[in-house]
């Protein structure tokens, strides 16, 4: 079928551009996961990565979304390798808007696909999960190697993309708080690794604390800031299904 064609067009798309960060020489033979674990020598290729993934089906966005985070996990070089694009966030964020709209149409009984097979929701909040937790792999290797100046600049850079990316509302200080907990799970879950009390990942402690009280325990207040602040999305509701919200 035509969809099912489309589908395996970006697919392909998606792993042709995935070979070359990847070097992988056998791609057809020994499949990707082989080589997920190698460096990205090219930062540019992020943006061609992500941006092949907007308004992608659901299943294919899913099975690539578990690769990237396969070349962010425990990939320190990656990781930073894609904090060199200054605009990462945005194209993390841009793969969360068309979910809501597509979920709400096969439970519209007024859409015009009704007679459509019923949708896995499943998959639609792992793609929610899989995305979130590229911002955490990002995050987390900040934060146990960064200065916490330079940690403090880039969480708030992370918060002023979603900021201007959905617009000042409840939904947006709802997946912040979503996102800030997700880094705190991280750092829990991996505190073995805070071996020497003068390292990195204590003094930056100080730093997400202070963040966190704010976007956390406290409000924002970007009703307020949100008067200069255009959005540039239609909205991310995905929350909503995840019970964030």
């Not at 900040?142 to 708030?156: E, G, I, R, T, V």
Request: with cysteine; hydrophobic share 40%; aromatic share 8%.
């Amino acid at each position: 079928s035509g969809e099912r064609h489309s589908i395996g067009v970006q697919g392909a798309l998606f792993y042709l551009l995935l070979a070359e960060p990847a070097h992988q020489a056998k791609l057809a033979t020994d499949g990707v996961r082989a080589t997920l674990r190698r460096p990205v020598r090219t930062p540019e290729i992020w943006k061609s990565l992500f941006k092949s993934l907007q308004g992608s089906p659901i299943e294919l966005r899913e099975q690539a979304l578990l690769d990237i985070n396969s070349l962010l996990i425990d990939n320190s070089f990656n990781c930073e390798n894609i904090r060199t694009n200054t605009e990462w966030q945005h194209w993390v964020f841009a793969l969360l808007t068309d979910i809501p709209l597509q979920v709400a149409l096969q439970f519209d009984p007024n859409a015009v696909n009704i007679s459509d097979p019923p949708i896995d929701v499943s998959r639609y909040i792992n793609v929610y999960c899989l995305c979130l937790n590229i911002l955490t792999l990002v995050h987390y290797d900040a934060f146990m190697k960064m200065q916490p100046n330079d940690l403090n600049d880039l969480l708030s850079a992370t918060l002023d993309s979603l900021l201007v990316f959905n617009g000042p509302n409840d939904k947006t200080q709802s997946l912040a708080r979503v996102m800030l907990c997700s880094l705190l799970s991280k750092l829990e879950s991996n505190k073995a690794n805070f071996s020497r009390y003068d390292a990195p990942p204590w003094r930056n402690l100080q730093v997400l604390f202070r963040i966190l009280k704010r976007f956390v325990f406290q409000t924002p207040g970007w009703s307020t800031l949100g008067a200069n602040v255009t959005s540039t999305s239609t909205g991310i509701t995905l929350s909503s299904l995840t019970g964030h919200a």
